[in-house]
């Protein structure tokens, strides 16, 4: 079983850069995907990243790339999403999920964390 927490989140200013944080407890295998989510008030979930656990591959949604680099710590059981020049657009709340293989879909990924709040000031 997989447990998820992520950090990082807060209130910020608009042009700065962010860097939120996924720490998993249980185990990871190398063929999972990691990915991270948004979900802004009134809005349906979105997909912005994704890295395989061995890191051989990374995704971006269009609307981040950039902007936005995912990268894991193995070590640390660790994956980080940096968000640079941030915008009041991604005020949004942003969730930590895995799953086995690569989907854009949250309703694919079967672990999530509780999420973390990030507000941009304008």
């Known amino acids: 079983q997989v447990q998820l927490v992520e950090s990082g989140g807060g209130l910020v200013q608009a042009g700065v850069s962010l860097r939120l944080s996924c720490t998993m407890s249980g185990r990871t295998f190398s063929s999972s995907t990691m990915g991270w989510f948004c979900q802004a008030p009134g809005n349906e979930r979105e997909f912005v990243a994704t890295?395989?656990?061995?890191?051989?591959?990374?995704r971006y949604a269009d609307s981040v790339k950039g902007r936005v680099t995912i990268s894991r710590d193995p070590a640390n059981n660790t994956v980080y999403l940096h968000m640079n020049s941030l915008k009041p657009e991604d005020t949004a709340v942003y969730y930590c999920?895995?799953?086995?293989?690569?989907?854009?879909?949250?309703?694919?990924?079967?672990?999530w964390g509780q999420g973390t709040q990030v507000t941009v000031s304008s």
């Open positions: 999920a895995t799953r086995l293989g690569y989907s854009p879909r949250p309703a694919d990924y079967h672990y």
């Open positions: 890295i395989n656990w061995s890191g051989s591959s990374t």
